[in-house]
């Protein structure tokens, strides 16, 4: 049972487009909510987090928005160059440590 | 800095084996986890480990273990492989203590079970 549904599961987007990535949770004990981007052959490294107690960050070209009340959460990729094709995961993790992914989207940002 | 090393990198193994992969974490980072990729399934969390105890443990069967030693390497072992543990297994290592923030993970080891 998924506990992060991410959708969706692949996008194209035009080199300075905008990409947007959804997750929605279910555990309200969930406390972080990392996005990770993963390039093919090589492991997820974080992009960006959030905490529950503000409802967005920016870092660079890259937001999260974050909806307590709507348990959802997502990405929004400014400005897309080639180099952001990868596949990107939300997760969210509590108390206990560990992360719960979501299944993934693939981004191809076309030049 | 050097990042999380894991070895090997890629192996091959039979239906019935047993394969043990071996993670070294950043340095000064005392907790280790692991987690497993496939396409069906994406990333699901294994176990983690803490200053050689183990903090949690995902909805794996019995034949999926684990430890950390005393310096923070860590090894998991599968054994009695089966054809759907064909995976690519990663490690991630934070400081540890009682942080929830950034797991940074290695390449992983990319297992095939023939």
């Known amino acids: 049972q998924q506990q992060v549904k991410q959708s969706p599961q692949s996008l194209i987007v035009q080199k300075g487009g905008i990409s947007i990535i959804n997750c929605a949770y279910e555990?309200?004990?969930?406390?972080?909510f990392p996005w990770y981007q993963q390039f093919p052959g090589k492991g997820p490294a974080l992009l960006i987090a959030?905490?529950?107690?503000?409802s967005e960050k920016k870092e660079g070209r890259f937001t999260i928005s974050f909806n307590k009340s709507a348990k959802q959460f997502s990405l929004h990729i400014m400005d897309s160059q080639p180099g952001d094709s990868a596949t990107y995961f939300c997760?969210?993790?509590?108390?206990?440590?560990?992360?719960?992914f979501g299944a993934g989207t693939t981004v191809t940002v076309r030049a | 800095k050097a990042g999380v090393t894991q070895t090997p990198r890629y192996l091959i193994k039979t239906r019935g084996q047993q394969v043990t992969l071996s993670c070294s974490p950043i340095?000064?980072?005392?907790?280790v986890s692991w987690y497993q990729q496939t396409p069906g399934q994406g990333l699901q969390f294994l176990f983690e480990?803490?200053?050689?105890?183990?903090?949690n443990k995902g909805n794996f069967p019995g034949r999926f273990s684990g430890r950390q030693f005393s310096n923070s390497r860590s090894e998991m072992n599968v054994s009695t492989l089966e054809l759907g543990d064909s995976a690519l297994y990663l490690c991630?290592?934070?400081?540890?203590?009682?942080?929830?923030?950034?797991?940074?993970f290695g390449e992983g080891s990319r297992l095939t079970v023939l």
């Open positions: 959030i905490r529950p107690d503000v």
């Open positions: 555990n309200t004990a969930f406390d972080y």
């Open positions: 480990y803490f200053s050689e105890t183990q903090r």
């Open positions: 340095s000064g980072h005392r907790s």
């Open positions: 991630a290592s934070r400081p540890g203590g009682g942080d929830t923030g950034e797991l940074f």
């Open positions: 997760a969210a993790s509590m108390y206990d440590y560990k992360l719960s």
